[in-house]
């Protein structure tokens, strides 16, 4: 499933048109993404939760020449994914 199936599924399942379900869609995933970037968790009870962590600097190799590159300090997005999720699943 990608943005285009979601949109298309909320449309048809909230009877709304395609633009409105895009919106919908759309604020969703600002509002996520706002909470992970002013640090706070995106928890969704039973779906799973949205969290930033942070990655050190580290060293690394570049795979064409082999030179040893610094790969810098980085915050990343994790998902773990609820109870009812993972039990949907399996």
């Not at 690394?60 to 609820?82: D, R």
């Amino acid at each position: 499933m990608n943005k285009g199936d979601l949109i298309n599924l909320v449309a048809s399942n909230a009877g709304l048109t395609k633009a409105q379900a895009a919106d919908a869609v759309k604020t969703v995933f600002d509002g996520i993404e706002g909470a992970l970037k002013g640090g706070d968790k995106a928890a969704f009870v039973g779906f799973g939760t949205f969290s930033i962590s942070k990655r050190a600097e580290r060293k690394g190799k570049n795979p064409a020449t082999g030179q040893e590159i610094t790969i810098p300090a980085m915050n990343v997005v994790k998902f773990k994914a609820g109870k009812a999720l993972k039990d949907s699943v399996n």
